[in-house]
């Protein structure tokens, strides 16, 4: 059983489209997140989501959305896509209150989207 | 910007220790260090975290300096498995908004 899973896994489209990835997590964590990997490797915090509230929403454009429908579930929904949205996308789960808790074991990850505009 | 600084890379033979360090001097008192790490394009695996003490599992060990503005991930015996970039982060608190530096991208040669 994937703990964090993403669809798809690879994702290849053309400039102005809108796409959707997907992510599922089954191991009944409250917070769940979205990461962008660019070509530098930097791991940046797009959206963070606690019990189906929005927390953090990083300064991403508003042509990202994403969408909560339960504890579980995470979307990310990108319209007019760009060359510079070309990255991998990092869903992730975590228990809440982690940080402070010494058997905390921060995030999951799931295995993530790569997404290439041309 | 991230709290922690790391070195970029760092090579180690197989069977050797391989010790990454990490810095992370305005960390406050009751703030973890965590380590990850990545494997190719995967996502980010956790490795081991700690507080004060130091701290081993099967994985790793984590030596954490007495004023706790630095600490060391030690893998005791380096595979070919272990190249991979690993990150050390200090998650604010919820850990909703952690930063990830860019790791230090270990090479373990045969």
């Known amino acids: 059983d994937t703990a964090v899973s993403q669809t798809p896994k690879y994702l290849v489209t053309q400039m102005g489209n809108d796409k959707s990835i997907k992510c599922e997590q089954n191991?009944?964590?409250?917070?769940m997140y979205w990461y962008k990997q660019d070509s530098k490797k930097f791991l940046k915090i797009m959206f963070s989501y606690n019990n189906k509230e929005l927390i953090i929403n990083e300064t991403v454009p508003n042509r990202f959305s994403p969408k909560s429908p339960d504890k579980a579930h995470l979307n990310l929904h990108i319209n007019s896509l760009e060359l510079g949205d070309s990255a991998v996308y990092f869903c992730?789960?975590?228990?809440?209150?982690?940080?402070?808790?010494?058997?905390?074991?921060?995030?999951?990850f799931g295995s993530g989207t790569r997404l290439t505009v041309v | 910007d991230a709290k922690t600084t790391q070195p970029p890379s760092m090579d180690c033979a197989e069977g050797r220790a391989a010790n990454l360090p990490c810095n992370h001097s305005?960390?406050?008192?009751?703030?973890?260090v965590y380590w990850y790490r990545q494997i190719h394009s995967q996502g980010p695996q956790y490795i081991i975290h700690g507080l004060k003490n130091n701290e081993t599992n099967e994985m790793a060990s984590l030596i954490i300096t007495e004023d706790r503005k630095s600490s060391t991930l030690i893998l005791p015996h380096a595979t070919l498995r272990d190249t991979a970039v690993y990150y050390c982060?200090?998650?604010?608190?919820?850990?909703?908004?952690?930063?990830f530096g860019a790791g230090t991208r270990l090479f373990v040669k045969a």
């Open positions: 992730a789960s975590s228990q809440v209150g982690w940080t402070l808790i010494e058997g905390g074991y921060g995030y999951t």
């Open positions: 305005t960390i406050s008192g009751n703030e973890y």
């Open positions: 191991l009944g964590h409250d917070t």
């Open positions: 982060i200090v998650p604010n608190t919820g850990g909703f908004k952690t930063i």
